[in-house]
């Protein structure tokens, strides 16, 4: 009797010390995937802050970082791309575009959220269906269209484009996180004898916070990086993005690495600030608005 209970036993231990091989073997592997993603992200970051203070004539590996701080590379990019004034450039667009992206997305979510209608379905259908579009798919007759409106060279109209790319994205994520908020808020709300703009903006809005953190980063980062549109739509001097401007450093036969690195080093401060405020809304608003969207 003793032997057929301890055959059980040992059994249960055998089958435990096999799990336990098999999750050390997976978190390994696990471990080792996640280190190469790191890396994959890193290492290009690493050459980009390297490049940033070597001089022109040293021709050192870019793996190599060097033993000084070439800092003419910051003040020649600055200078010779008229940086400063691509910087304001850059922040008017991304703030104006951001501003109305969050404000059109969230009110247009609203009934998308809770009025499932045919109608609604119809139309929130349509909005998703537009995020497996390529933009430079439309580039040709949106150059025609920019043209015939007067909107090249002005900041209105590059807002306009990024506005309408960011919609889609931006309703997505708004119905879905506004579908998880109860809809006995809104009912209370409507009986204490609040409108429905009233429940909007004051009850409801705040309770956004998160995935409007997320889609601040998203629109932000995307708009601030922007060179497929900037570089058709904002060709003049005066109203060149950071983008367009540090890519006047390359040309056929020459090219200005350390002054590139230089000028995009300075124009990830500002974005980099910009999540490290929002950072701890940004995974959890993704994920809520991502789960029922």
């Given at each position: 009797?003793?032997?057929?209970?301890?055959?059980?036993?040992?059994?249960?231990?055998?089958?435990?010390?096999?799990?336990?091989?098999?999750?050390?073997?997976?978190?390994?592997?696990?471990?080792?995937?996640?280190?190469?993603?790191?890396?994959?992200?890193?290492?290009?970051?690493?050459?980009?802050?390297?490049?940033?203070?070597?001089?022109?004539?040293?021709?050192?590996?870019?793996?190599?970082?060097?033993?000084?701080?070439?800092?003419?590379?910051?003040?020649?990019?600055?200078?010779?791309?008229?940086?400063?004034?691509?910087?304001?450039?850059?922040?008017?667009?991304?703030?104006?575009?951001?501003?109305?992206?969050?404000?059109?997305?969230?009110?247009?979510?609203?009934?998308?959220?809770?009025?499932?209608?045919?109608?609604?379905?119809?139309?929130?259908?349509?909005?998703?269906?537009?995020?497996?579009?390529?933009?430079?798919?439309?580039?040709?007759?949106?150059?025609?269209?920019?043209?015939?409106i007067g909107g090249m060279n002005h900041y209105w109209g590059i807002i306009l484009l990024h506005v309408t790319f960011g919609l889609p994205m931006t309703i997505?994520?708004?119905?879905?996180?506004?579908?998880?908020?109860?809809?006995?808020?809104?009912?209370?709300?409507?009986?204490?004898?609040?409108?429905?703009?009233?429940?909007?903006?004051?009850?409801?809005?705040?309770?956004?916070?998160?995935?409007?953190?997320?889609?601040?980063?998203?629109?932000?980062?995307?708009?601030?990086?922007?060179?497929?549109?900037?570089?058709?739509?904002?060709?003049?001097?005066?109203?060149?993005?950071?983008?367009?401007?540090?890519?006047?450093?390359?040309?056929?036969?020459?090219?200005?690495?350390?002054?590139?690195?230089?000028?995009?080093?300075?124009?990830?401060?500002?974005?980099?600030?910009?999540?490290?405020?929002?950072?701890?809304?940004?995974?959890?608003?993704?994920?809520?608005?991502?789960?029922?969207?």
């Amino acid at each position: 009797m003793n032997s057929a209970a301890a055959e059980p036993r040992s059994g249960v231990r055998g089958s435990r010390a096999l799990a336990a091989e098999t999750g050390g073997k997976s978190s390994f592997w696990l471990g080792a995937t996640a280190l190469l993603i790191s890396l994959l992200h890193i290492l290009p970051f690493y050459i980009l802050v390297t490049s940033s203070f070597k001089a022109a004539d040293d021709l050192s590996s870019k793996w190599i970082a060097p033993g000084y701080a070439y800092w003419d590379n910051f003040t020649n990019a600055w200078r010779e791309a008229h940086l400063g004034r691509a910087f304001l450039n850059n922040i008017w667009i991304t703030l104006c575009a951001a501003v109305l992206i969050v404000l059109l997305g969230s009110i247009a979510s609203y009934p998308l959220a809770r009025h499932q209608t045919a109608w609604n379905k119809f139309i929130y259908t349509v909005f998703i269906s537009a995020l497996i579009v390529p933009p430079l798919i439309t580039l040709v007759p949106l150059y025609k269209i920019m043209v015939d409106i007067g909107g090249m060279n002005h900041y209105w109209g590059i807002i306009l484009l990024h506005v309408t790319f960011g919609l889609p994205m931006t309703i997505f994520l708004y119905t879905g996180f506004i579908a998880t908020i109860p809809k006995e808020l809104d009912e209370a709300a409507l009986i204490d004898g609040a409108g429905r703009f009233s429940l909007f903006y004051r009850i409801l809005l705040p309770l956004l916070k998160p995935i409007t953190s997320t889609v601040i980063i998203l629109t932000c980062v995307n708009i601030w990086n922007d060179y497929q549109f900037s570089v058709f739509f904002l060709q003049k001097t005066e109203v060149k993005t950071i983008t367009v401007a540090l890519s006047g450093f390359f040309s056929q036969y020459t090219n200005n690495i350390g002054w590139v690195a230089a000028g995009s080093l300075m124009a990830a401060v500002p974005i980099t600030i910009v999540y490290l405020f929002l950072q701890r809304y940004f995974i959890s608003g993704l994920a809520s608005g991502a789960v029922k969207g």
